[in-house]
């Protein structure tokens, strides 16, 4: 038995989960009759889909990244020989997706469940069509063995935002739309504190080289501090850091938060830290309701508007477009 991972065309999640549900697991792009595998008498880019074609026999197990939805991997098992139960049919509404594989659909699990390793989830990041995972093979046949239920229970605040963002992506193409979408379905996702575990994972992810924790708590009282991002400085005696201070509020936003966030600039300095940036991310409210708050030059506000923008972009690094 060998193991394998194989991407799908992710603008057509349902249609390649409706075909896996009928026995058959479909590779791109195959638009013509000459690109059959069998007898191939025109390339245009299949040729990328002989090494699966030869290579995945009756038995071998297949881990598919963003299926059935964002944030899902689903194990699949090839039915037969590969170059023997091969078919050629061209999709009559899609016009597309010629190259039919024999598979079964076994289970899904998400990427941050607590059964899968990290050598799989550093894979899982290859941008590969198609590629060989033996040596993850014991990885594997843990969560092969592992009951369904267990495979999606615990998720923690990165794979709600992650599925989060994958389901909203999935519905829409259009980056303003995804904007609104996205923003609207994370509000209705988290509230207070759970905002500030839901953004630091998400500026983990694209910022992965800096050290972002989370510094909420009964000491933020004294250091005004919700997440703290540091950066390294070429001077060994002190790093560079952003205090950010986030509330969940809406509408009027008192001057109470200046207050709060300028305990940050004493308090990280005793703690070796030069600060750069002092952040207030106000997650619901507009910018046009608080104009009192853009008079103090040494705190930046970020409000629905702009928080918006951010979690596009951090919506993006989840799901590689970035």
């Known amino acids: 038995m060998n193991y394998w991972c194989y991407r799908i065309d992710t603008n057509h999640i349902k249609f390649f989960v409706r075909e896996l549900s009928e026995g058959r697991l479909r590779q791109g792009y195959g638009w013509d009759i000459k690109q059959d595998l069998r007898n191939l008498k025109f390339d245009g880019g299949v040729r990328r889909n002989r090494p699966m074609f030869n290579k995945v026999k009756k038995g071998d197990i297949l881990l598919i990244p963003q299926m059935p939805d964002w944030g899902y991997v689903s194990l699949v098992e090839a039915t037969e020989d590969w170059n023997i139960g091969y078919r050629f049919e061209i999709d009559d509404y899609l016009y597309v997706f010629g190259h039919i594989f024999p598979a079964k659909y076994i289970k899904k699990f998400t990427r941050y469940n607590e059964k899968v390793t990290g050598n799989l989830r550093s894979t899982l990041k290859n941008r590969s069509r198609f590629w060989n995972i033996n040596r993850y093979s014991e990885d594997v046949e843990i969560l092969k063995n592992t009951e369904d239920c267990e495979l999606e229970k615990g998720q923690d605040h990165k794979s709600r935002l992650e599925n989060s963002i994958g389901s909203v992506f999935n519905e829409v193409f259009k980056e303003n739309d995804f904007e609104d979408k996205l923003y609207n379905k994370l509000t209705e996702q988290f509230s207070r504190e759970e905002w500030e575990f839901a953004l630091m994972h998400g500026l983990r992810e694209m910022f992965p080289y800096y050290q972002i924790t989370r510094e909420g ?40 938060v200046v207050n709060q966030i300028n305990k940050a600039d004493s308090y990280w300095n005793n703690e070796n830290l030069k600060l750069i940036d002092k952040i207030v991310i106000i997650t619901r409210a507009h910018k046009e309701n608080n104009l009192h708050l853009s008079n103090d030059n040494n705190v930046v506000f970020i409000f629905a508007e702009e928080l918006k923008k951010i979690l596009s972009e951090i919506g993006k690094h989840f799901i590689g477009m970035k």
């Not at 997440?227 to 205090?243: D, V």
């Open 217 to 256: 708590g009964p000491d933020e009282k004294n250091h005004g501090t919700d997440i703290l991002i540091k950066l390294p400085s070429i001077l060994s005696n002190y790093e560079y850091a952003i205090a950010i201070q986030v509330k969940d509020y809406d509408r009027f936003v008192s001057d109470d």
